[in-house]
């Protein structure tokens, strides 16, 4: 048979009548007008629909088209395009996938009558492949007792096994220097191969059959032999996966009698569904941004293709599944924390508003049913690891057992950097490599940088062992992946990339949630409006909704928009110059003839950015420019008027949410400064920020005036802290406001100027009183006396002059004022002293009702309310007072952190000299709660004590108490008790019973704090049980010893 004979029988597809109507029927389908087909043939295959069938009859123009394509060979070609341009249409996807797969398999039945001709013309990788294939050995491990375990050996078929008896002693040891001692990786490993390989070589033996061809050791172990870290198997010289050709271990689920190859590569791209998730209140965030980053630089050369759910919700990635056809995907890459809930593994995924949602595995299996991808990737810790040895599987097993082929995961816990370094993953199989060779060559990676984890990654495999899932980058007809990203679009006037490339971008999670269940899932609203300060990111988060609208052509308008410009830009996008014509020179209104063209184009995202340039002005406020309205009007109007609202997107990027009628359909997403997570990943971006050479204090400078702002950041990175004379330049930055408007704010003369009256300064200046995120009431709380102060308030909010929290429902966001705008506009300030203590006050009273309690477990809340408590000089007593305030909510040990944070700054304002004098107060007052008020005292003098000798914590404190002061207290509660109450009374007891804790409780009324007073030596007691664990009971032995049982008493 030649090559061009087999290429014609192998290319040309004939259909059938009853595949033909149905064919028929998908087109008309899937493109219900003649101008959406004819723009899908020229797109797609460079054709003229006019030259193929005329007329108006869009079925009978359809069946003319099936007929040429197929008389011509091409209909294959038509298929392939068609579900390329609409690939959600049910009817298309399900006849494509029956003539495909039929046509591929009356391929291979083709290139089996000339296999020689086949190898040769590089048709058929999977062919290929299995003439080199690895081999597989299996080794099946079950224990005999508890002293033994059976090992059976066998290649291809259980009839040919060997088996012997292994004795468990032998590796007791080794594992339990795994659990305790896991820096002998290489001695552990080779105790368990020379275990393996027992004094018969039955295992080395069986590897010198194949070392050449290279051989995946198919484990398959029960019960605890499941846990041993198959992983280092070590044969005296190397650990096996390091060996050339490779030897890996692999995971098997022995439900087959062997384990089998399934090598189909595609011919074309890795495509990679990716999701992370970072639900709100789970405190160690994963730097997923990063693991994305790296998958996209390791694949720069062989591009793949990654689709990120983006919202870390099971019921949307369902939804973003069924949008693709059957083994689109070939990897599902899941990141997240695992853990275990009711004896179940799950992971910890996102509710549809970011709230924390434990999610098991046939959870996930059935959002990925019937279109579950040949590998799964649970890049999650314990992901790999069974809870109870002998009873629950770990989540990638259980995979297995809902029907996933294979399974990656992780051990145990891992550091993030070796969990990311995984990216070489799929840099091997983007080039076409078999997944057990990307595994391998992801381990050699690891232990080259000397990974402390990398033995934890383990595969798991049940019937069937992937082969390659794609073909290598030359194939010939091998489809490239879709370019990553339009970051390139977003350019200035110096053709400079303006945005985030997709590898650098981090955090903005809530926002861009927000943002896509708008675009993504909204029938009411066409787009999105993303305002806030310059510098905060809005261009990068415009950008980043476009990456992830993949299936929309995008246009971006920078600045200043005009009609020709928008027109001009809508007309390239279109192939018929006919249309092209009448969008650009047509007679009708404008906002017609924007109607028409975009009912003819497939979805748009049109992105206008900076689009600040385009207002004005007026009463406090901004509208659009008078030149700008009719343009703006036609453009809202004409997709307001398609037949599916949504089918069209428009994002905004502006300083200033404006005034206008035509935003009704829009989302409004304001954004504030990075903070906490988001702000530490953009940290671990700039090198000066972590740099050991430079001062921290001029670090700290640098972070206090960025203020989270992230172009503020790199500018401060890349040119201050990295030059010598940083000290100096931040101390120009805090003096003059001027380089800051030129440098970060407004760049030129021309820009737009934002524009605040009085009023406004002054509401914003007040809101400076809260130095973190707050409630509107609360900043409603400061202002109510200034008149008007809603309209203000709400005016701030437009003009960006107040930040604003990312939650989807606006009665739980938190509002601020940028610290960066007294520096810019040195008018907004707090009032001087003593005017501002009112504020403080104020402040202090809304923040103790709204947060002051005992379920409050935020730091940082309670951190803001000791702040402003403190800072009220007028106020004599605030030490002591907010003391007993935190004593309210005793037992909560942020409040305590918070308290003994805020209280160290004002160290130089407490007195020695002063420390007893209320104590002795409380105990000369005949008051029935004097003996509790004076144990209150009591802790609070040892709180002074402990800050102003700068001890660290309590514990060294009671190590090192001055015995002065320790005297000075105790005689004071001996003299007012008549020798009932006090430390020395104390102490008798303590020697009386032996140090014996429990029996010094049951003595002095300690072991029921129900009970209160009455026994000797009760007090003082609340020192010993300050943040006692278990209210009721004492457990803190270490500050009686260190009390009672010291020598001075």
Not at 212 to 229: F, K, M, N, S
Not at 493 to 511: D, H, L, P, S
Not at 671 to 700: C, P, T
Not at 737 to 764: C, F, G
């Amino acid at each position: 048979m030649s090559p061009q004979v087999y290429q014609e029988l192998v290319l040309k597809m004939n259909l059938v009548g009853q595949q033909r109507k149905r064919l028929q029927e998908a087109l008309v389908s899937a493109f219900p007008t003649k101008a959406s087909l004819e723009q899908m043939l020229s797109l797609e295959l460079n054709r003229n629909l006019e030259a193929i069938a005329g007329g108006d009859n869009l079925r009978e123009i359809v069946f003319k088209l099936i007929q040429t394509a197929e008389a011509q060979g091409w209909v294959e070609d038509l298929i392939r395009a068609a579900r390329e341009s609409n690939p959600g249409n049910l009817l298309l996807r399900d006849i494509a996938q029956e003539l495909l797969k039929n046509h591929q398999t009356s391929s291979s039945t083709i290139s089996s009558a000339d296999s020689t001709q086949q190898i040769a013309l590089q048709t058929n990788p999977e062919t290929i492949s299995q003439k080199t294939a690895i081999k597989i050995l299996h080794l099946v491990l079950k224990p005999i007792g508890s002293d033994y375990a059976e090992c059976r050996y066998f290649w291809d078929h259980t009839n040919d096994s060997q088996s012997c008896q292994l004795s468990l002693a032998e590796i007791k040891e080794a594992e339990r220097d795994y659990n305790t001692r896991p820096e002998d990786y290489a001695k552990m490993g080779q105790a368990l191969y020379n275990w393996l390989d027992g004094s018969e070589r039955i295992l080395q033996q069986a590897i010198d059959q194949h070392r050449r061809d290279g051989i995946v050791l198919a484990i398959a172990a029960t019960e605890g032999l499941a846990h041993l870290p198959w992983e280092v198997l070590h044969d005296g010289q190397k650990f096996l996966v390091e060996r050339r050709p490779v030897i890996i271990p692999v995971r098997w689920k022995a439900d087959s009698r062997h384990l089998s190859w399934e090598n189909q590569p595609e011919n074309r791209a890795l495509n990679v569904l990716f999701m992370a998730t970072s639900p709100q209140g789970i405190e160690r965030v994963l730097d997923f941004e990063a693991e994305e980053g790296r998958i996209l630089e390791a694949t720069k050369r062989i591009p793949l293709s990654l689709t990120v759910e983006e919202s870390g919700c099971l019921k949307e990635l369902g939804y973003l599944v069924k949008e693709y056809e059957h083994g689109y995907f070939d990897v599902f890459h899941l990141t997240s924390h695992a853990t275990f809930k009711d004896e179940k593994p799950c992971f910890i995924t996102e509710t549809e508003l970011g709230e924390p949602e434990y999610s098991s595995v046939e959870d996930i299996a059935d959002v990925l049913q019937f279109k579950l991808p040949k590998l799964i990737f649970l890049s999650g810790c314990p992901t790999g690891y069974s809870w109870d040895k002998s009873m629950v599987s770990s989540m990638a097993e259980a995979l297995l057992m809902e029907g996933a082929t294979a399974v990656l995961s992780w051990g145990k816990k891992v550091l993030d950097t070796d969990a990311t370094a995984a990216a070489t993953l799929y840099e091997n199989l983007s080039a076409g490599n078999k997944v057990t060779e990307a595994v391998a060559q992801t381990y050699q990676t690891l232990i080259r940088k000397k990974s402390r984890d990398w033995h934890l990654l383990r595969l798991y495999v049940a019937e069937t062992l992937p082969g390659a899932l794609v073909t290598p980058l030359r194939t010939p007809g091998r489809k490239p992946a879709p370019r990553p990203s339009v970051a390139t679009e977003f350019l200035d006037f110096e053709k400079k990339v303006r945005v985030a490339t997709r590898e650098n971008f981090i955090g903005r999670r809530r926002q861009l949630q927000n943002c896509l269940r708008t675009l993504k899932s909204s029938n009411e609203k066409i787009g999105v409006l993303i305002h806030g300060m310059g510098g905060l990111g809005k261009s990068t988060i415009a950008s980043r909704l476009c990456d992830r609208l993949s299936g929309h052509q995008k246009i971006v308008c920078w600045r200043q928009i005009n009609e020709s410009s928008l027109v001009n830009q809508l007309a390239d996008l279109m192939k018929n110059p006919e249309e092209r014509a009448a969008l650009k020179e047509g007679k009708e209104e404008l906002k017609y003839r924007l109607r028409d063209a975009l009912s003819k184009l497939n979805q748009l995202v049109l992105v206008f950015d900076d689009f600040e340039w385009n207002l004005e002005p007026r009463d406090g406020r901004y509208i659009l420019k008078s030149n700008v309205v009719p343009i703006w009007r036609a453009l809202v109007e004409a997709i307001q008027k398609q037949e599916n609202i949504s089918y069209h997107h428009i994002i905004i990027t502006c300083r200033y949410d404006f005034e206008s009628d035509l935003l009704r359909d829009f989302h409004k997403q304001p954004l504030e400064g990075l903070r906490k997570s988001d702000l530490q990943k953009k940290l671990k971006q700039l090198e000066a920020f972590h740099s050991d050479k430079i001062d921290k204090k001029l670090i700290e400078q640098a972070l206090q005036l960025a203020d989270g702002n992230p172009r503020l950041l790199e500018w401060l990175n890349d040119e201050v802290l990295s030059k010598e004379d940083a000290d100096s330049k931040l101390s120009q930055l805090e003096a003059s406001s001027e380089s800051w408007k030129e440098k970060i704010i407004w760049v030129t003369e021309d820009a737009p100027k934002l524009k605040i009256d009085s009023s406004t300064e002054r509401i914003v200046s007040w809101c400076l009183v809260f130095e973190i995120p707050v409630p509107m009431s609360a900043l409603e709380a400061v202002c109510e006396s200034i008149f008007g102060y809603k309209e203000q308030l709400e005016r701030a909010l437009e003009l960006g002059l107040i930040e604003v929290s990312p939650e989807p429902d606006e009665s739980k966001r938190a509002y601020r004022v940028s610290r960066i705008l007294p520096h810019i506009i040195p008018t907004i300030k707090l009032p001087e002293e003593p005017k501002v203590y009112l504020l403080y006050r104020k402040a202090l009273n809304k923040l103790y009702e709204l947060w002051g309690n005992k379920k409050n477990r935020s730091e940082e809340q309670w951190r803001e309310i000791f702040r402003l408590a403190l800072a009220d000089k007028e106020n004599q007593e605030r030490f002591r007072e907010q003391f007993y305030r935190m004593l309210k909510v005793q037992y909560n040990s942020e409040a305590d952190k918070a308290l003994e944070s805020e209280l160290r700054k004002f160290r130089q304002e407490l007195s020695e000299e002063s420390l007893c004098i209320q104590l002795e107060e409380d105990l000369q007052n005949s008051s029935e709660l004097r003996w509790e008020k004076a144990d209150e005292e009591t802790v609070w003098i040892f709180y002074q004590v402990m800050i102003l000798n700068d001890f660290f914590d309590f514990r060294e404190l009671f190590r090192n108490f001055p015995y002065e002061t320790l005297n000075k207290i105790n005689q004071l509660w001996l003299k007012y008790s008549n020798g009932k109450y006090g430390f020395s009374v104390q102490r008798k007891i303590w020697v009386s019973v032996n140090e014996d804790i429990q029996k010094y409780g049951d003595r002095v009324g300690w072991s029921d704090l129900k009970i209160k007073g009455g026994k000797e030596g009760y007090y003082p007691i609340k020192i010993y049980t300050r943040n006692l664990d278990v209210v009721g009971g004492f457990s803190r032995r270490w500050r009686v010893e260190f009390i009672v049982g010291a020598d001075c008493i």
